[in-house]
């Protein structure tokens, strides 16, 4: 690897911060994550309810047919119960590892505050702060630190190539660090945007690269260049160990406030299929003037599916979470084979 093309090599392929340009990027990032989950379902309901009135007026569907309506409520119905039971199911899975003996309870405290412990001498401060978006705003301020150390510990080396190569990383750390920096000082934890700022931030790129640079390259670096790739290396891992704690306990919550709202919704949507299949139960057909019929039926059914409209909005979020954070450490699934600027192959090692 030669230093003409150090952009390039050194280049993330993580999931770094402002890595979205294109309006429908933005858009598709919006409803996955940013957008808040509720609004998502409403939107969907809606988009249901809307959907089968301009159906009925373009004369494609009716709802005069009686057996058809009644078939329908009743498979409603029976989906909305099979829907409730398996979100009650989740919810006691999630509650499940909620529950630990005192043993179990001591050692999780013990390593947490062990973790709390090497953050604190990791960031020169007395201790850790209690709140989470604090904590990885820390980190962030730490990695950057350690990043602008060492572009000051290697500039005065006499090897050009390495130099260029470290400063080059330096430079997107610190880019990274200040736009990560920024969205968590106007953020809370309890909303999404602290654990979507976490889960963006590039830190499994970066300690690839550091460790790289550090096993490659450790005997032409300084001694001050080589203790600060160590720290370097060592915050990068705590903080990706505080992300996966943090993003753990914040989709626990997702899941239970889901399955509270589940609920909620559930019982008024087996109402509304209820009484969809009323509606049709008199001997004279449909109790409702016709003019209304597409309207009002569109309502219920747009009650009836807000509990899958909750499910969806939630899973999606869920789901673009875990996707992005699959792997702990340097392993890489979205990286393609022949990407990156470092190629190893079995005795590379060896003189």
């Known amino acids: 690897?030669?230093?003409?093309?150090?952009?390039?090599?050194?280049?993330?392929?993580?999931t770094d911060i402002g890595s979205q340009t294109s309006s429908l990027a933005r858009l598709r990032e919006w409803v996955l994550v940013e957008a808040n989950r509720l609004l998502i379902a409403a939107s969907i309901s809606l988009f249901v309810f809307v959907f089968f009135l301009v159906l009925s007026e373009l004369g494609i569907i009716s709802f005069v047919n009686d057996d058809s309506v009644t078939r329908l409520a009743g498979g409603m119905i029976a989906g909305t119960f099979s829907l409730v039971t398996l979100v009650v199911s989740i919810n006691q899975l999630i509650l499940s590892q909620e529950f630990a003996s005192a043993g179990n309870a001591q050692n999780q405290l013990a390593e947490i505050m062990e973790i709390r412990a090497d953050i604190a001498a990791q960031s020169n401060v007395p201790a850790s702060p209690a709140s989470p978006t604090k904590l990885l705003e820390l980190l962030v301020e730490t990695i950057a630190v350690h990043a602008s150390e060492l572009a000051d510990a290697t500039t005065a080396h006499d090897d050009s190539e390495h130099s260029e190569l470290v400063r080059t990383?330096?430079?997107?750390?610190?880019?990274?660090?200040?736009?990560?920096?920024?969205t968590l000082e106007h953020?809370?934890?309890g909303t999404f945007t602290a654990v979507s700022t976490a889960v963006e931030y590039?830190?499994?790129?970066?300690?690839?690269?550091?460790?790289?640079?550090?096993?490659?390259?450790?005997?032409?670096l300084s001694s001050a260049a080589t203790t600060t790739v160590d720290e370097l290396i060592e915050t990068l891992e705590l903080f990706i160990t505080a992300r996966e704690h943090f993003k753990t306990t914040y989709l626990q919550r997702e899941l239970t406030q889901f399955s509270q709202l589940t609920i909620y919704c559930g019982v008024p949507a087996i109402l509304a299929a209820m009484t969809i299949g009323l509606?049709?139960?008199?001997?004279?057909?449909a109790m409702i003037s016709g003019s209304y019929q597409p309207y009002i039926i569109s309502g219920l059914i747009a009650i009836v599916v807000s509990p899958l409209s909750l499910l969806a909005s939630y899973i999606l979020r869920t789901a673009a979470v875990t996707r992005r954070t699959a792997s702990?450490?340097?392993?890489?699934?979205?990286?393609?084979?022949?990407?990156?600027?470092?190629?190893v192959s079995y005795g590379d090692d060896m003189d």
Do not use: C, H
Not at 171 to 177: L, P
Not at 202 to 220: F, H, I
Not at 328 to 343: D, N, V, Y
């Open 1 to 14: 690897m030669g230093s003409s093309e150090p952009d390039d090599t050194l280049e993330s392929y993580g």
């Open 169 to 182: 990383f330096t430079n997107s750390i610190e880019e990274s660090t200040d736009r990560t920096r920024d």
């Open 187 to 189: 953020t809370q934890f």
């Open 202 to 220: 590039d830190a499994t790129w970066q300690l690839y690269v550091a460790r790289q640079l550090r096993e490659q390259y450790g005997d032409s």
């Open 279 to 285: 509606l049709y139960g008199g001997f004279s057909g």
């Open 328 to 343: 702990i450490g340097p392993m890489l699934p979205q990286k393609a084979p022949e990407e990156g600027p470092f190629e």
